[in-house]
């Protein structure tokens, strides 16, 4: 295709194929970013699990945007990446696989934060005040239909992590 | 100190010869090593970024008890990267970015290790002192440079 080869004979795809750094630069920073995304995306399933009950749901929304912080490092590295090896990812399903499963896990993450927020508001409005004050346990608990989220989530992550190392050995 | 003695027992082990004649075992290594590094460092981001003072309305003591996430994950990269030594003992014992990437571990073990101490000490529960800051703030910076060492080591041989 005229992209791929295109992006092959770009300077962004010279400089990740052939210059002595670019690769491994490339690779660290997606690493840093992958640690930051789905390090934080795990912790906020976990969160929904049950762990650190003290952390209000609402406060969630805080980590998904530092999160996103290592998406957009994983963005510009990714691409740069795929820019060096594009004929060859493009044929990849290791790599289609980890493509569409790093999709479903930014929209799984999402909607479940943004649930998270939404039922919070709920719960805070509907209760008398006296019971908000009182009902730290109502407010701070996640349901059932959450916390099934929260769990297809983390397979999703790891599945897109797993699908990610696979690359370099499933050609 | 002679190195090359530990690297041929090593080399010699039931554990290498089972890692080097199955395919299946470096990668999913591999992927264990990156489940572990994402429990670790995500759980790390919670608990050092708290401490730095984002998110200050969550109670810190909340945030305390995703410890056992990040403990979980260094005993899961513990455990792979010592199965990486014995996989290939040659490549690690010698290469700089290796060593650079176990004495950043050690120093980030001893930066825990102080942290916890100071917050076993401290009075108030939710305020934290400049001190403990700092190693917060060293703990990340630490266990960064423990992932760029680490992913360096391929290309420094």
Known sequence: MDFLNWAEMSPIGEWVSTSLWGYPVALTLHTIGMGTLVGLALMICFRVLGLGQGISPRRLLVYWKLALIGFVINLASGTALFFGSATILWESWPFRIKIMFIAAGLVGTHCLVKGLTRTQRISVENMPEGLTSLGRMSVGRCIGKQKVLALLVIVIWVTALVAGRLIAYIF | ?157
């Not at chain 2, 009075?123 to 423990?146: R, Y």
Request: proline fraction near 4%; include cysteine; charged fraction near 15%.
């Open chain 2, 1 to 157: 100190m002679q190195i090359q003695p530990i690297v041929q027992w090593m080399s010699d082990t039931a554990l290498n010869h089972y890692i080097v004649n199955h395919s299946y075992v470096w990668p999913t290594l591999e992927s264990l090593h990156f489940i572990g590094l994402c429990l670790l460092f995500g759980s790390l981001l919670l608990i050092d970024l708290r401490a730095l003072g984002v998110a200050s309305t969550v109670p810190f003591s909340a945030v305390e008890k995703f410890i056992l996430v990040s403990i979980s994950g260094f005993v899961i990269n513990l455990t792979t990267g010592i199965a990486f030594l014995f996989g290939d003992p040659d490549r690690y014992f010698e290469n700089p970015s290796f060593q650079l990437k176990m004495l950043c571990i050690l120093l980030a073990l001893l930066n825990a290790l102080y942290f916890s101490w100071r917050m076993k000490k401290r009075s108030d529960t939710e305020k934290l002192s400049v001190d403990m800051k700092f190693a917060a703030g060293f703990s990340l910076v630490l266990w960064v440079a423990v992932i760029v060492f680490g992913r360096l080591i391929p290309y420094v041989e």
